[in-house]
Structure formats: structure tokens, C-alpha cells
T-cell receptor, first 114, second 114 residues
Framework: DGGITQSPKYLFRKEGQNVTLSCEQNLNHDAMYWYRQDPGQGLRLIYYSQIVNDFQKGDIAEGYSVSREKKESFPLTVTSAQKNPTAFYLC?????????????FGSGTQLSVL | AQSVTQLDSQVPVFEEAPVELRCNYSSSVSVYLFWYVQYPNQGLQLLLKYLSGSTLVKGINGFEAEFNKSQTSFHLRKPSVHISDTAEYFCAVSETDSSYKLIFGSGTRLLVRP
């Protein structure tokens, strides 16, 4: 079945540590996105990528980094510069062009600070 | 800049009763409008979308929404809810010529009671 796989489901970060969240899709979508979800605040866009080897900052990119070396993969690194990383992180993908407005979401990663 | 307002953080309703979840948006340009549903510890699933044409949009699971341009609203309705409809519902907007960015509201938790 086609879809988006996020791993791990739960992740714990120690003070000063960088952690990487994985996102893989087999939908052959060009565009991929990372959102952060906090209770009562909805989803906020961290980074997005429309094509391999290219990505743009979203609304809350500070303290995060991404790469897009392969079409299928869009990992998100939460760096030590992100002082409040505890949140639910959602990865999504979409086609470009026709149908680009519909996002397909993964099941999320809950990141907590130890 | 665009924004989405979901005034109701939680809507309790009895099973088989009708429900309306409110969504208002602001934008200086034409927009696409969406409703997504999120079940606990899962990603988001598209319920319905308005791109153009008829202002009454039907989606999955018996939900529908009506686009009202003069009131900048896109309220979600269902004539008879089930226990299984208990979830978080997010309204979202994107510009029609956007660089693939969705702006989400803060969400409304629908709580269906027996």
C-alpha cells in the first residue's frame, strides 16, 4: 500500500542533543512537508520541499534542519538550538501540479525532552 | 497574510444529533479551503475540500461544508453524528497560487456522547 511512514513513533531527547525524525513516502510525490503540532495551536509549518535537493523554510524553521537527497525521504533534525522541542511532528506529501492541494499525512512522531 | 479561526475548541454533542463546526478565514486573495480530521495519535485525513464551483461541498463520512465568500466562512456540518466521529477537526486554507503552503486553524475537538 502506498503511504507515508514516520519513525519512530515516540522519541526522547536529552538536553543539548540533536535528534532526527524519519519520513519516507512511496506515493511518488514531489512535495514534502514537516509540521509541528502543539495542543490548542493547530499545525505550524516548519520546512517544505517541492523537489529533490531543494527546500524552503516555513513559519517556524528556527532550531530545525532538513535534507532532501532522495524523492522518497525528507528527514527532520531537531537541533539543540530548539529550546522547546516537545511536540507532535507530522510529515506530509503531495503531488505538484494537478492535485497539489491535497496533503497526505504520516501518523506522526511524539518528541519529548528528558 | 492568511489566517484561519476556529472559535470552538471543543464541541460536545449527543449521538445522532446534528453538529456544526465553525471556521472563518481571512485572505486578500482567492483561496482553497479544507477540512481535515485527526483521530488520537494519528496523522490528518482529508474530509473535504473547496477549490471552485458549487459552494456546497460533500465529503467522506457524511460530512459537508458550505463556502460563504461574503462571510469568509467554511463551516462543517453533519446531520447525525456517531460515536466514531469523536476526533479533532482542522480547517485549513491555502492561496490558489500558493507555493503549496497550508495554513491550519487551531482545531475543534468533537466529543460525541451516547
Amino acid at each position: 500500500d502506498g503511504g507515508i511512514t514516520q519513525s519512530p513513533k515516540y522519541l526522547f531527547r536529552k538536553e543539548g542533543q540533536n535528534v532526527t525524525l524519519s519520513c519516507e513516502q512511496n506515493l511518488n510525490h514531489d512535495a514534502m512537508y514537516w509540521y509541528r503540532q502543539d495542543p490548542g495551536q493547530g499545525l505550524r509549518l516548519i520546512y517544505y520541499s517541492q523537489i529533490v535537493n531543494d527546500f524552503q523554510k516555513g513559519d517556524i524553521a528556527e532550531g530545525y534542519s532538513v535534507s532532501r537527497e532522495k524523492k522518497e525521504s525528507f528527514p527532520l533534525t531537531v537541533t539543540s538550538a530548539q529550546k522547546n522541542p516537545t511536540a507532535f511532528y507530522l510529515c506530509a506529501s503531495s503531488p505538484t501540479g494537478q492535485g497539489r492541494e491535497k496533503l497526505f499525512f504520516g501518523s506522526g512522531t511524539q518528541l519529548s525532552v528528558l | 497574510a492568511q489566517s484561519v479561526t476556529q472559535l470552538d475548541s471543543q464541541v460536545p454533542v449527543f449521538e445522532e444529533a446534528p453538529v456544526e463546526l465553525r471556521c472563518n478565514y481571512s485572505s486578500s486573495v482567492s483561496v482553497y479551503l479544507f477540512w481535515y480530521v485527526q483521530y488520537p495519535n494519528q496523522g490528518l485525513q482529508l474530509l473535504l475540500k473547496y477549490l471552485s464551483g458549487s459552494t456546497l461541498v460533500k465529503g467522506i463520512n457524511g460530512f459537508e461544508a458550505e463556502f460563504n465568500k461574503s462571510q469568509t466562512s467554511f463551516h462543517l456540518r453533519k446531520p447525525s453524528v456517531h460515536i466514531s466521529d469523536t476526533a479533532e477537526y482542522f480547517c485549513a486554507v491555502s492561496e490558489t497560487d500558493s507555493s503549496y503552503k497550508l495554513i491550519f486553524g487551531s482545531g475543534t475537538r468533537l466529543l460525541v456522547r451516547p
